[in-house]
């Protein structure tokens, strides 16, 4: 299929002609179903294992990370801050961290 393209000024109408051909185009397209190369139309398999995987995100997003309130040193916090913003997801992770070593909790309790 052809592509057409009018260049229509402010306040002109197309030509008779112009529209006639815009018309029937249309007309035309319409008989032909629209596949983007990029996207194939789906299975209705892959629709099903998308419906699962977006069960799955959901239950994930329902688990969010409780909030808690703990007492630190202000030099201690004074150094987190400085991390600039997201500090609180890095001090989450140092506490992640220590809390899956056994290490360092064995030293901690010393």
């Known amino acids: 299929m052809d592509m057409i393209t009018v260049t229509v000024r402010d306040g002109q109408k197309p030509a008779k002609e112009q529209v006639k051909e815009i018309r029937a185009a249309v007309k035309e397209a319409k008989k032909h179903p629209v596949y983007d190369t ?3 139309p789906s299975t209705t398999e ?10 799955e995100l959901r239950q994930n997003m329902r688990r969010a990370k409780p909030a808690v309130t703990i007492r630190l040193l202000p030099e201690v916090l004074a150094k987190y801050k400085s991390m600039g913003k997201g500090y609180t997801g890095i001090m989450a992770d140092v506490l992640d961290y220590a809390a899956n070593n056994p290490e360092i909790l064995s030293k901690m309790t010393q």
């Open 46 to 55: 892959a629709l099903m294992e998308f419906a699962v995987k977006a069960r």
């Open 38 to 40: 990029d996207c194939p």
